[in-house]
């Protein structure tokens, strides 16, 4: 067990955590837009993510995606997966301006598309990714203390080919592992309130193609950072995740000089 590793771990969940939840108090603080907004889209996460695609998907990757021979059928797989994501994703977040939003009279302006995006990215970084970054780290805690080859010389010689790599893998985590998931999750922020904010246009506007621009930037950006971090590995992939979360960002700030904040 190394104390750097355990460090990262740290200061991993502290960012998951801490981040969103900073940002959407600054975000309150300086636009006073609605909690509910907040609720809003923390609650489509869950619905159509949380506790239905995702068990789903996770299932799916487990029974097919994993035992895929080609890297050309593994990546069509990826493409398809986050195609379905990307849909069921902005699907849900027009049905929150279509039929939540109405309910308290909030409007379609730019700082309840940026609450709502925020309450969709902030439980999916707090509930579900810090959750399995902490249950990541007390496994790592636990395996540290115990005597790995003679646990998996214990078992049987099928389980302990189908779970002794995975229990080194996790024993032999280095520090980077988890600072690259906080990475992650800062920069996936961004991407969330863009695109909250681009489905919101083509509810206030009428104008289909802006959900289309949503889908399609939200499955460019699914489909981009896996793939590259598997061809030529996380460093570059990382490099232009950071240059499509400032694309995000430009998204925002431009749609807010066109909408303008109310105050």
């Known amino acids: ?36 907004l907040f609720g809003y889209g923390a609650a489509v996460f869950a619905a159509f993510q949380l506790f239905t695609w995702l068990p789903v998907s996770v299932y799916l990757d487990t029974v097919v995606g994993a035992h895929l021979a080609s890297e050309e059928l593994a990546f069509l797989w990826l493409v398809a997966m986050a195609l379905t994501t990307s849909l069921l994703e902005e699907g849900g977040r027009w049905v929150g301006y279509r039929y939540l939003f109405p309910r308290r009279a909030f409007r379609l302006s730019w700082r309840n598309g940026v609450m709502y995006g925020l309450g969709h990215g902030a439980l999916e970084t707090i509930i579900l990714i810090a959750g399995l970054t902490f249950i990541y780290f007390l496994a790592y805690l636990l395996l540290g203390r115990l005597n790995l080859d003679a646990l998996i010389a214990s078992m049987t010689p099928e389980d302990s080919r189908a779970v002794g790599d995975a229990l080194r893998d996790i024993v032999n985590t280095t520090w980077d592992q988890p600072f690259v998931v906080a990475v992650e999750r800062v920069l996936a922020l961004p991407h969330q309130v863009a ?69």
Do not use: C
């Open 195 to 263: 695109w909250a904010l681009l489905v919101m246009q083509s509810r206030l506007w009428g104008q289909k193609r802006w959900f289309g621009y949503a889908v399609l930037y939200h499955f460019t950006v699914a489909v981009m950072v896996p793939g590259l971090a598997r061809l030529v590995g996380f460093g570059v992939a990382e490099t232009v995740n950071v240059a499509l979360a400032a694309f995000s960002l430009w998204i925002i700030l431009r749609l807010r000089d066109v909408l303008g904040v109310e105050e």
């Open 1 to 36: 067990m190394r104390a750097s590793t355990v460090i990262a771990f740290v200061v991993a969940l502290l960012v998951q955590v801490g981040y969103p939840l900073a940002i959407t108090l600054l975000v309150r603080r300086r636009t006073r837009a609605s909690w509910h």
